[in-house]
């Protein structure tokens, strides 16, 4: 399983429009950014995105213009499902996983395409493009959100998505011990976050779920670039035995129909 981080940034990514921090601007001169976050699995050929920012068209781009098998919303804010409109012409729109509360939220914003929609229940594995998934019901209030536990290639991948560290215990288990861990840590160490985790609170979690290896992402533009353990847009992790295969043609089915 190849694991892509798409993106890293939180729902203004960074640079921020219009901001004057020595973040930004360090950011700006160096040419940097943080996209939205959004996740690209590989498995076996086929390819699953997890969420569907509004930088979609540009990670897309970034990452060789490859095409989407499914696609799995984990809530319906803004940044983590916009983007979907992306696919307009571009290639057959793929079918949307979701908890039905998020897909009956998400998909009527959508209503110019057409595309699959399956709904699952939280904490019940579903098979996916060669993987199997669980939604993890996280804690990020109100929106009813969730993370995620993917297992394939022998290798597990764990994802919070937004949320707070008090998740509940049936998803600390299932995000406890993977291969690589991805967790949500929007703000440096100090700031207090009513619907997030700070660095730190992140790093502790972290320490809890005890991951092989892990990343911090949905970072806002006040978090430093050189902090250990943060993840960087097109960044990507092979787990298990996965095994590299060729690229598909231009001609493979759901490529642009105009």
Same mark, same amino acid.
């Given at each position: 399983m190849e694991v892509r981080l798409l993106g890293t940034g939180d729902a203004v990514g960074t640079p921020k429009v219009g901001c004057p921090c020595q973040q930004c601007g360090a950011a700006r001169e160096a040419g940097r950014e943080r996209l939205r976050t959004s996740l690209l699995l590989t498995i076996g050929g086929r390819r699953l995105l997890v969420d569907t920012g509004p930088d979609l068209r540009r990670q897309l781009l970034d990452a060789c213009s490859p095409v989407i098998d499914a696609v799995v919303w984990t809530h319906g804010h803004y940044d983590h499902f916009m983007g979907f409109g992306e696919f307009y012409r571009v290639q057959e729109p793929p079918p949307v996983h979701a908890a039905p509360e998020v897909l009956a939220y998400c998909a009527p914003v959508f209503s110019f395409l057409r595309f699959a929609q399956h709904a699952h229940a939280p904490l019940e594995p579903f098979d996916l493009c060669g993987a199997r998934v669980t939604l993890v019901p996280v804690n990020h209030p109100p929106q009813p959100t969730y993370g995620l536990r993917v297992e394939a290639d022998g290798a597990v991948l764990a994802y919070t998505a937004d949320t707070r560290a008090d998740i509940p215990a049936a998803s600390?288990?299932?995000l406890r011990g993977a291969d690589l861990l991805l967790l949500d840590a929007i703000a440096p160490a100090g700031y207090r976050i009513s619907k997030h985790m700070t660095y730190d609170e992140a790093l502790a979690l972290a320490a809890r779920l005890e &991951?092989?290896?892990? *990343?911090?992402?949905?970072?806002?533009?006040?978090?430093?670039?050189?902090l250990p353990h943060l993840g960087r847009d097109g960044e990507t992790f092979v787990l298990g035995d996965h095994r590299p295969e060729?690229? &598909?043609?231009?001609? *493979?089915?759901?490529?642009?129909r105009l």
């Open positions: 600390f288990d299932l &991951p092989a290896e892990f *990343r911090l992402v949905h970072l806002a533009h006040l978090v430093p670039w050189d060729p690229s &598909p043609g231009p001609d *493979r089915t759901g490529r642009p």
